[in-house]
């Protein structure tokens, strides 16, 4: 890998804390950091180098998954951190960082290979490049990369303007959007399967796939970003982003001679092919909900309209649902659930594949599943069915787990941050699919907006609005959950493996 120097900014904030500064170090107890690097961390806020050293550290300790034993080693990781106070729109600041970044470059004897790292708030992003052009730092004798982090633009016409912006100064090729579900092993594995399993190949369309359900699920609700969740909504921070990103990485077919970072083609053919939405009829194929009161674990949770920094009268989104369909050859008439929402029964992100039926004599469906668990748990698992030969009439559920990688598996950022370092695009977002992910949200953004999509109220610690039952079941079909055995009311007696049920 080439010298790098890492230039981020945000490096006081709470994204670098939690998960920048963990990933660089496991990357760097991995030995997979470049032989010489460097990072300069900006920000308004003081520090001296040993004062944001320490700050590095602190992060360390409280975030990492590595626990730091060899304080040698630790050393030697914050030596390559240095600090340099910038606010985003000076000018002169920017002067001052291009001279503190080539005395590094020089000291350290390395080529100006400079990764811009914008961990920022978004209103940043566009000044920041601009700066960096004007300024003379992405223009030496090296590479750039620019990684940016979420929200990438707040609809289609702003995220078109943001990228406008960004193409003065950043070419495609040199722009790495972040979307960190893009980093977490199992959809990785995705792609790798799909270019190696002939057998998965051969299931993959809508000759065998009954539906797909792809569900993200999380028990915390806004915690401390009202400001930002209230404007954006589940639509906006998971739907139009990591959700369509997932379905792009399950219905995309992946040749097996696929050159590296050439996979994006196929899921921008993807997402051309799905079945735009009309803004009148949204209502049909989506449904909004938000959280009321409830119990999350037995602990008693408020309303989103009762947390701080949110308006008493927000109709903001907490939960979204919604019917796709692709008009392509494999998928044609395959639905496409997808459902993500805060405050829900259990964290979960999943992704079950639904196999067309092997009915019993009495009509009863029992399909084969192949469910992704992407997160907490990271799992493959094959459910089917066996008669059971008790009773003739029944079906048994085997299941087969296959734990991906059990032990040290790296987080999305070390995969991503990885990635960047050496140029590889193949799990970042290409603007092709950011484009078309907020053209397809578009029409329902609109339709939120206009009141047209009934805001259905679900209490905290269920599946959601049971109105999202209904997108199912009109196609005869139903949410798949998992019992896990920490749920004790659906856990038979001494039952040691569980399986997933249509009900709960
Ligand atoms: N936190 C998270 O889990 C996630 C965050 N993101 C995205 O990452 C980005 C950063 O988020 P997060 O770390 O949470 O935000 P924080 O508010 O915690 O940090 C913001 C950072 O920006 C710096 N900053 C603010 N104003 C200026 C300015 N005028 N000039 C220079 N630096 C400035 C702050 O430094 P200082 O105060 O020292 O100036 C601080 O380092 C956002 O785009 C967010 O959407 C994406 C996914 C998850
Ligand atoms: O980007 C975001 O993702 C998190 C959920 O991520 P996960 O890796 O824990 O599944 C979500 O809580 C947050 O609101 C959103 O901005």
């Known amino acids: 890998m080439e010298p790098t120097t890492l230039i981020l900014f945000g490096a006081t904030g709470d994204l670098a804390k939690r998960k920048i500064y963990p990933a660089l170090y496991n ?7 470049p032989p010489s690097f460097s990072l300069i961390g900006l920000g308004r806020r003081e520090h001296s180098d040993a004062s944001f050293q320490a700050h590095v550290e602190q992060s360390l300790r409280q975030f990492s998954r590595r626990e730091i034993r060899d304080s040698a080693s630790l050393q030697s990781f914050l030596t390559m951190f240095r600090y340099c106070i910038l606010d985003a729109g000076r000018k002169e600041d920017y002067a001052k960082l291009l001279q503190m970044v080539e005395e590094r470059e020089q000291a350290l004897r390395i080529q100006p290979n400079r990764l811009f790292y914008l961990s920022v708030g978004p209103e940043f992003f566009e000044k920041i490049a601009a700066h960096i052009q004007e300024s003379g730092l992405g223009s030496a004798n090296g590479w750039k990369r620019l990684v940016i982090e979420k929200p990438f633009g707040h609809d289609l016409q ?3 303007d943001l990228n ?18 893009l980093g977490k092993p199992i959809v990785q594995k995705l792609e790798e399967l799909h270019q190696t399993d002939p057998l998965l190949r051969e299931l993959w369309s809508s000759r065998r796939v009954a539906n797909v359900q792809i ?16 404007q954006a909504g589940a639509i906006r921070d998971m739907f139009q982003n990591h959700m369509l990103q997932l379905l792009m990485m399950v219905a995309s077919h992946f040749p097996a001679d696929l050159p590296r970072g050439d996979g994006r083609s196929k899921k921008r053919s ?36 009762a947390e701080p920094g949110i308006d008493s009268a927000s109709r903001n989104d907490t939960f979204v649902a919604a019917k796709l369909l692709i008009d392509d050859d494999y998928w044609r008439d395959v639905p496409f659930y997808i459902r993500t929402g805060k405050r829900m029964r259990e964290k979960s992100t999943r992704i079950v594949v639904e196999f067309k039926d092997a ?29 059971d030969s008790s009773q003739l009439e029944a079906f048994d559920p085997i299941r087969i787990d296959a734990p991906v990688s059990p032990g040290n598996v790296p987080e999305a950022y070390e995969n991503l941050i990885d990635d960047a370092l050496h140029g590889d695009p193949t799990f970042f977002a290409h603007w092709d699919e950011v484009e078309l992910s907020w053209k397809w949200v578009q029409p329902v953004l609109e339709a939120f907006e206009e009141n047209l999509v009934p805001l259905h109220l679900y209490a905290a610690g269920t599946y959601g609005p049971a109105e999202s039952d209904r997108l199912l079941a ?9 019992i896990k055995p920490n749920q004790p009311s659906e856990q038979k007696e001494g039952e040691q493996s569980y399986a997933y049920h249509t009900n709960y």
């Open 27 to 33: 990357l760097f107890a991995d030995q997979k950091l």
């Open 270 to 305: 993807v997402m051309e092919a799905l079945r735009p939405l009309v803004k009148q009829n949204t209502g049909a194929a989506v449904i909004r909900g938000q959280y009321q009161a409830g119990e999350i674990q037995n602990t008693p949770v408020i309303g989103y309209t």
């Open 474 to 482: 009109e196609d005869g079909f139903h949410w798949w959950f998992d």
């Open 164 to 181: 406008r912006k960004l193409s003065q100064a950043f070419t495609e090729r040199e722009i790495f959007r972040i979307d960190h579900y």
């Open 215 to 230: 569900t993200a699920s999380e028990t915390v609700g806004v915690e401390e970003r009202a400001g930002y969740y209230d």
């Open 158 to 160: 702003t995220a078109r």
């Open 359 to 387: 009915k019993t004599k009495s009509g009863s469906r029992a399909p084969n599943l192949l469910v992704f668990e992407i997160g907490p748990d990271e799992a493959i698992t094959l459910q089917f069915q066996s008669k």
